[in-house]
T-cell receptor, first 118, second 116 residues
């Protein structure tokens, strides 16, 4: 089954304690990205990666790092989390549709990671 | 720059009523894609529809229908005979073409509450 997985799904941590949220996709997609969702703000892109070792900033990259050493994995790293990073995080990957629609790119979202920083 | 506006922050309807969620977008791309996602209380994002800028035909899927009008840059979503299970936050989103296709720009969402 084509899917994007994220771990952990829920995390409560304290200010300054480094954490990593993992993201993995099994569709051999080149493009992956991270979004955060905050009440009243919708989803905003944090970072994206167009391929292995190619990453770039999205709209709200401050306080985050990413790496793309393998095609399937795109971890989100918070070196020193702060309370304003309390949010719902979504990983996504994008690639050609697997449903017979030629030339159509589909975006697949992970189930989300709810992070609370106290 | 791309922008998606969902002017309705929250809507409440009584079950079986019809409801329309508005979405207005801005883009300079001539080719672009519009999306609707549903986010139920459980939190996951559920893909509902994708429409490309060259296809202005309205689409109907069961109780859901979408009205795409390039002239007004709108992509509205109507739920007919709403049900309690429709209660969710609905997001409209936009992506461009080429390099712009790599980012989805989301609206802020409309929270729909269907009251039994």
């Amino acid at each position: 089954e084509a899917q994007v997985t994220q771990n952990p799904r829920y995390l409560i941590t304290v200010t300054g304690k480094k954490l990593t949220v993992t993201c993995s996709q099994n569709m051999n997609h080149e493009y992956m990205s991270w979004y955060r969702q905050d009440p009243g703000l919708g989803l905003r892109q944090i970072y994206y990666s167009m391929n292995v070792e190619v990453t770039d900033k999205g709209d709200v990259p401050e306080g985050y790092k990413v790496s793309r050493k393998e095609k399937r994995n795109f971890p989100l790293i918070l070196e020193s989390p702060s309370p304003n990073q309390t949010s719902l995080y979504f990983c996504a990957s994008k690639g050609l549709s697997t449903q017979g629609q030629r030339g159509i790119y589909e975006q697949y979202f992970g189930p989300g990671t709810r992070l609370t920083v106290t | 720059a791309q922008k998606v506006t969902q002017a309705q922050t929250e809507i409440s309807v009584v079950e079986k009523e019809d409801v329309t969620l508005d979405c207005v977008y801005e883009t300079r791309d001539t080719t672009y894609y519009l999306f609707w996602y549903k986010q139920p209380p459980s939190g996951e994002l559920v893909f509902l529809i994708r429409r490309n800028s060259f296809d202005e035909q309205n689409e109907i899927s069961g109780r859901y229908s979408w009205n795409f009008q390039k002239s007004t840059s709108s992509f509205n979503f109507t739920i007919t005979a709403s049900q309690v299970v429709d209660s969710a936050v609905y997001f409209c989103a936009l992506s461009g073409s080429g390099a712009g296709s790599y980012q989805l720009t989301f609206g802020k969402g409309t929270k729909l509450s269907v009251i039994p």
